[in-house]
């Protein structure tokens, strides 16, 4: 050890002690491991709190040797060293004092983790050190505790695995009070989603004694929670209607509410009034109310009736961007109930002279859906009166004309389901996949067990191309749209109606081709299918059945990925001077009111074109 650090240390020299500033820190940083280890001698003592000199001369150490270890870059080496000090504050008094004051150990536990959370980022550092300062959340120290969750939320950033495997301490923090540290929950649920599963319902009650910052990372916690067990939040549903009138959280409490929807529609069927309400109000909700209302009317024909009511009454007032979204829920109850959609079908034609061609498509898929409607309907007519033919000739064979008939039938019926429609005019090239609902609620309609594959289209107009698909799980509109826009770096903007494509099927092709002037992308290989002749099998493909097979893996990664990685919502490719490149969108999740990117999307260039758009496209899997 130094002499001057020798002679401060041991004969607790506090005249002395300024002087230590005047060495090198070369000089100190070989002597650091001892110099910790007397200072911790020394701290802990129990009369260290009443000694007033001893506590000087400590203070003064410490902010000598973590300046040496920050000028020498030496943290790793002696981070060990450092931790063993932050615990033995635990043994000692850390509650304030009748006047606020913080005791002198919970002074040295404060200066060690500021120095040691510097290196947040560093994974060795940080696997030493939080799992001991996790224990100070539990101390009488509401300044201390508050230091801890600020610096737990900055090093979550870069280690939650290390922080997850103290949920149930974090968890039982934040129930007690501690909202600061609820910020931490989102990040680190799918890691360790066990205790707040088991703590649902308590984290709920937190949403009418917190403010409305600390709000915003429960709902997103919840929002998670949806996703996977959306039962636990049945109960909750009313509370949830409560907060769709905050302009800060109603767009995040729609997105629980949508995948409530989907998955049990029956738990917001009675609390459609303030859902209809915030689309009434903020009109950018309207997709997502429209999802909803598509879900609920699943459950029955009576709500079908409401629900396909509700849908029509806002086509004239719908926004174009939004159209294609209430035109497809419009589409997929009357794939459930044909009758329904024919009683609007002279007010959606009505929107087949729409300047979207993504609205004209779907009308046009919608004509369609009726036109093999009635023509599945003629068929079974027609098998119906060969088979009463061939009861009244022969009573033997009656068996057999009755599976015919059942099995023309049945071969209608996946033609109605399984058909693919390729449109082409002169200002836009479109491929689209069948028509059959890429949601969860549409099983009621005796898909059950199908698995979700979305639609992928490609349209051309002009100069520019764009290729849409279903929208990745941790954008604004989850079940919206992903863009790739193929333009000049000079027309880099365009409608963003043009970029809508609606999410068509559960399984189907995957086909992006367009031609190679206007820069093809091609990351599925599949064929657009056309309609079987009579008496023929549809042709499955082989990326079909391969996503069909691999679903829950692809679904899995997809999960993982976007709690750590945000997904763009769209891609364009680029023309500059002298190479292409790739440019990224995305939207913010929250849409706060203080958010920089409310209005627009947060672009970033890429040098890894392949990787984000591959990402983009499992996504829609």
Same mark, same amino acid.
């Given at each position: ?233 049945? +109960? ?8 769709? @009138?905050? $302009? /800060?959280? *109603? %767009? ?5 509410? #949508? ?118 309907? +003629? ?8 088979? @009463?033919? $061939? /009861?009244? *000739? %022969? ?5 057999? #004309? ?133 008496? *023929? ?85």
């Amino acid at each position: 050890m130094h002499e001057l650090f020798a002679q401060v240390l041991s004969a607790k020299d506090l005249s002395k002690a300024g002087e230590l500033f005047s060495l090198e820190d070369d000089e100190i940083e070989k002597d650091l491991e001892e110099i910790i280890k007397r200072i911790e001698e020394i701290a802990d003592t129990e009369d260290y709190e009443k000694n007033d000199n001893d506590q000087s001369v400590v203070e003064i150490c410490i902010t000598r040797i973590t300046t040496a270890i920050r000028e020498t870059e030496k943290i790793e080496k002696h981070a060990v060293s450092l931790v063993s000090l932050l615990s033995m504050c635990l043994r000692h008094n850390l509650a304030q004092g009748s006047k606020d004051e913080d005791p002198p150990h919970a002074k040295i536990a404060s200066d060690v983790m500021s120095r040691l959370f510097t290196y947040y980022s560093n994974s060795g550092v940080m696997s030493l050190a939080i799992p001991a300062v996790v224990n100070f959340l539990s101390c009488n120290n509401k300044d201390l505790v508050r230091s801890v969750a600020s610096y737990l939320s900055l090093a979550t950033l870069d280690n939650a695995h290390l922080l997850a495997q103290h949920m149930t301490l974090v968890l039982d923090t934040v129930l007690k009070g501690n909202y600061l540290l609820g910020q931490v929950l989102p990040q680190i649920y799918h890691l360790n989603p066990a205790p707040v599963l088991d703590h649902v319902d308590r984290l709920a009650e937190l949403l009418q004694s917190c403010d409305s910052t600390d709000k915003v990372c429960f709902i997103q916690l919840f929002n998670k929670v949806a996703k996977t067990h959306p039962k636990l939040l049945k +109960k909750h549903v009313p509370l949830f209607c409560t907060h769709l @009138s905050s $302009s /800060l959280l *109603s %767009s995040m409490v729609l997105m629980i509410l #949508v995948d409530m929807a989907l998955s049990q529609p029956a738990a917001v069927v009675n609390h459609l009034s303030p859902i209809q309400a915030a689309a009434e109000t903020q009109p950018m909700f309207m997709y997502q109310v429209a999802q909803i209302m598509g879900a609920v009317g699943t459950i029955n024909k009576e709500e079908a009736e409401r629900s396909m009511t509700y849908l029509v009454s806002h086509l004239s007032s719908a926004d174009q961007s939004v159209l294609p979204c209430v035109l497809q829920e419009m589409r997929g109850l009357g794939l459930i109930w044909p009758d329904l959609i024919e009683e609007h079908i002279e007010q959606i034609s009505k929107l087949s002279g729409s300047g979207s061609s993504a609205v004209r498509l779907m009308v046009q898929q919608i004509r369609e859906d009726l036109r093999k409607h009635h023509q599945a309907d +003629k068929s079974s007519q027609s098998a119906a009166g060969d088979t @009463s033919v $061939s /009861l009244s *000739s %022969s009573r033997n064979s009656s068996s057999s #004309v009755v599976e015919e008939a059942e099995q023309r039938k049945e071969r209608d019926g996946k033609d109605h389901h399984n058909t693919s429609n390729t449109t082409t005019d002169s200002s836009s090239s479109t491929i689209t996949s069948p028509v059959t609902r890429e949601k969860k609620r549409w099983s009621r309609s005796g898909e059950e067990k199908k698995k979700e594959v979305r639609s992928v289209s490609s349209q051309t107009e002009g100069t520019v191309t764009v290729i849409t698909v279903g929208n990745p799980p941790n954008a604004t509109h989850p079940s919206g749209t992903v863009s790739v826009k193929s333009t000049a770096a000079a027309t880099e903007t365009g409608d963003q109606s043009q970029n809508f494509a609606p999410r068509l099927s559960r399984a189907s092709q995957h086909s992006i081709a367009n031609d190679a002037q206007k820069k093809t992308f091609s990351y599925a290989n599949v064929s657009t299918a056309t309609e079987n002749p009579p008496g *023929s099998e549809p042709v499955r493909d082989g990326v079909q059945l391969f996503c069909e097979k691999h679903f829950a893996k692809i679904k899995a990664f997809i999960n993982n990925i976007s709690t750590v990685v945000p997904l763009p919502v769209k891609c364009s490719v680029v023309n500059g001077k002298h190479k292409r490149f790739l440019r990224l969108h995305f939207d913010c999740a929250c849409q706060g009111e203080q958010c920089l990117y409310t209005g627009s999307q947060f672009t970033l260039s890429t040098r890894l074109p392949k990787l984000w758009v591959h990402l983009m496209f499992l996504a829609v899997q």
